[in-house]
């Protein structure tokens, strides 16, 4: 079968491998789609990995596809069955964060993320899942596409962020940061009774997108010259946002937040990955005001069987987010050597 293999800054292969055998507790899946992920993207541009990351690797951690076959002692699922595979839902050794129900912040589960840790992930025709037991792997709808249910990835990092802070049906929020985080975060909070959604981003043709995902207002934090009067004017008060999201996953956006957008005793949650120093932050200038700092990270199995079952009611539709599906041998090209430009989602469709 083909794989995509990482191997270092700039340089992922396009290599033929044998089909992984299912031992006991695994199963093979054949990918439908799998997305290529913004961490990807970093990994090729930056070189930069998670220690624990074996390279070479065959990335990719947003699965879906079809249940292919079985190892021994698998029961849960069988030969047919539509499927996506995340991350690992709990740790064997049930540790104390395990013990509570928050497995996004078990200390050993990650690590074990397929395409990101010890295991190959799903650039490839099939993935072998490791440990059926022990990793996310809910049944799709038949009436979700694949399409859809693979962008439970970006759609589940939102949806814990936002139920990991302390947003209140009503509160008026800004959500800076337009990407596949951004937009997601906008039409959940737009679900869950926002009052008033204000956008941040840095380019202004996405306005109509990111207003038909539920922002109310859009500003362009490059060009806008007094953000917090911007937002105060909109708001039609004195003082900012009630809870503010942090989805751009950079030090500027998070900046603006805490200085110009977020109320005194309001909430910043910083759902985006930011790999800078914080630096720029003076906490004396802000810490007058008692915001509380909220970081969130990735999302539990539930929160993905949530996002399927709004997914399968009409409640979350996210149209545009997938702007292209690549086989393997375009995926470098187009992709990751690209300059991306108006790409939100790419799919790799490891059959084409
Ligand atoms: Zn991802
Ligand atoms: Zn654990």
Sequence with gaps: MKVGVFYGKGDIRIEERPVPEPGPGQMLVKIAYVGICGTDIEFFKDGGVPPFMKVPLVLGHENCGVVAKLGEGVTKFKVGDRVLCG????????????????????????????????????????????????????????????????????????????????????????VSGTGPIGLSAIQILKAAGANRIIALGTN?????????????????????????????????????????????????????????????????????????????????????????????????EDEVRIYLQMSAAGKLHFPGMVTGVVSLDECVEKVFASDRKGQLKVLIDPSL
């Design 87 to 174: 991350p690992p839902s709990h740790c064997p050794e049930d540790c104390p964060s395990c013990k509570e129900g928050k497995t996004n912040i078990c200390i050993h589960a990650f690590p074990r993320t397929a395409g990101l840790g010890q295991y190959d992930g799903g650039y490839a025709e099939y993935l072998l899942i490791h440990d059926v037991e022990h990793t996310t792997i809910v049944p799709v709808p038949d009436n979700v596409d694949f399409k859809d249910a693979v962008l439970f990835d970006v759609i589940c990092v939102s949806l814990h962020g936002i139920r990991n802070s302390q947003f209140k049906f009503g509160d008026d929020v800004v």
């Design 204 to 300: 202004s043709a996405k306005e109509p997108l990111i207003k038909s995902y539920g922002a109310d207002y859009f500003i362009n934090s490059k060009e806008c010259k007094d953000l917090a009067g911007e937002i105060k004017k909109i708001l039609g008060k004195e003082v900012g946002a009630d809870v503010v999201y942090e989805c751009a996953g950079n030090m500027n956006s998070l900046s603006n937040l805490v200085y110009d957008c977020v109320k005194p005793g309001g909430q910043v949650n910083v759902i985006g990955t930011i790999q800078q120093p914080m630096t720029e932050l003076i906490p004396g200038r802000f810490s007058i005001f008692e915001p509380n700092m909220q970081f969130s990270f990735t999302y539990t």
